[in-house]
């Protein structure tokens, strides 16, 4: 999985109640591995529809959106 633009795969996603909060991850063969001081709350499901944001370019998008 990438960015459909530039193929990074180191993303971010914002934290719903407080959008200034967010949380690194990298995509490594289809599995997600967050930065270790970047680890979400339990309470935030990463799904299909999870808006998600790229770290390399401007894309952003859903989960789903993300080529691979």
């Known amino acids: 999985m990438e960015c459909p633009y530039c193929r990074s795969r180191n993303f971010y996603l914002k934290n719903p109640e407080d959008e200034y909060e967010t949380y690194e991850f990298n995509l490594r063969e289809g ?8 680890n979400p709350p339990l ?13 390399r370019c401007a894309w952003h998008g859903r989960m789903e959106d993300l080529k691979g």
């Open 43 to 55: 309470s935030l499901p990463l799904e299909k529809n999870t808006r998600v944001f790229c770290n």
């Open 31 to 38: 599995d997600i591995e967050f930065l270790e001081k970047a």
